[in-house]
């Protein structure tokens, strides 16, 4: 099992940047897949973008282009630099680490932050 607390969320308006952190603790998180989610109220949970172990990225259509993740193996902490805020972008974000990308899509062997919250204003 891998412990993961999220930080960097706020409020902030359209058009701006944020980057959000997760650092991790307990399992080898150089050999983890990352990834970010995003929950809005009374919505589902998405999947926003995902780093594997080699760095290999992965964006939902929504944030492409405007969404960066990457990872520091060295300070086991992976992050969600966000850029060009829109309002629709608000939400709770949550870092998840499993072993495979297979696994952030099933749910399965996955692990969770807390979440951090995230608001865009217009």
């Known amino acids: 099992q891998v412990q993961l607390v999220e930080s960097g969320g706020g409020l902030v308006q359209a058009g701006d940047s944020l980057r959000l952190s997760c650092a991790a603790s307990?399992?080898?998180?150089?050999?983890?897949?990352m990834a970010w989610f995003r929950q809005a109220p009374g919505q589902k949970r998405e999947l926003v973008a995902a780093?594997?172990?080699?760095?290999?990225?992965y964006f939902a259509n929504s944030v492409k282009g405007r969404f960066a993740v990457s990872r520091d193996n060295a300070k086991n902490t992976a992050y969600l630099q966000m850029n060009s805020l829109k309002p629709e972008d608000t939400a709770t974000y949550y870092c998840?680490?499993?072993?495979?990308?297979?696994?952030?899509?099933?749910?399965?062997?996955?692990?969770w932050g807390q979440g951090t919250q995230v608001t865009v204003s217009s």
């Open positions: 998840a680490a499993a072993p495979e990308l297979i696994d952030i899509y099933t749910g399965t062997r996955t692990d």
């Open positions: 307990g399992r080898t998180f150089s050999t983890m897949t």
């Open positions: 780093v594997s172990w080699n760095s290999n990225t």
